[in-house]
Each structure stands twice: as C-alpha cells, then as structure tokens.
C-alpha cells in the first residue's frame, strides 16, 4: 500500500467481552489522501474455544465443527464491534 506522508490515523475504541480491560479486536483505520480511501486493519485475538457436536456418522464432523467455529467468531465479532 501507498500512503502520502499526509496520512491521517484513527484508532477505533473497542469493549471487551473479557472480564478483564483486553480487547478482543485491536483496529487501526488509515485514510490515504492520495486514493481517497480509508482501510482498517483488524486484528482478532481469542482465547481457546471449544466446541462439542455429536454426530451418527464420523464424516459429518468436518461441517458441524467448522460451522460451530464460524458462529462462536461471528458472535465475538458481532459483540466487539
């Protein structure tokens, strides 16, 4: 990326869904003067997760874990944002 000297750097203020004063997503937003556009930079760190399913069949695991995965990241993302 090409950014002009002139480059403006906005933080974005995030709440944490940790007890604690972390974040969960540290964000970095840049305006380039010479595109006129603006790009964040997300970053996202999680503690472990883990998820359980049961299934019948072993070949269906790869589909139920990723799916319980995505939707634990999406609720986190969702909240933090």
């Known amino acids: ?3 002009s000297e002139s480059s403006t750097i ?4 995030t709440l944490s869904l940790i007890p604690i ?8 937003t840049i305006y380039n003067e010479e ?3 603006f790009e964040m930079t ?3 760190t999680l503690p ?3 998820v359980t399913r049961s299934k019948k069949d072993k ?3 790869k589909y139920e874990i ?3 995965f995505t939707d634990v990241v999406e609720q986190v993302i969702e909240g933090e944002l």
């Open 42 to 44: 997300a970053t996202l």
């Open 10 to 13: 906005f933080t974005t203020p």
């Open 66 to 68: 990723q799916r319980a």
């Open 59 to 61: 070949s269906d695991f």
């Open 48 to 50: 472990a997760i883990t």
């Open 35 to 37: 595109l006129g556009l």
């Open 21 to 28: 004063s972390m974040s969960l997503i540290d964000t970095k």
């Open 1 to 3: 990326m090409r950014t």
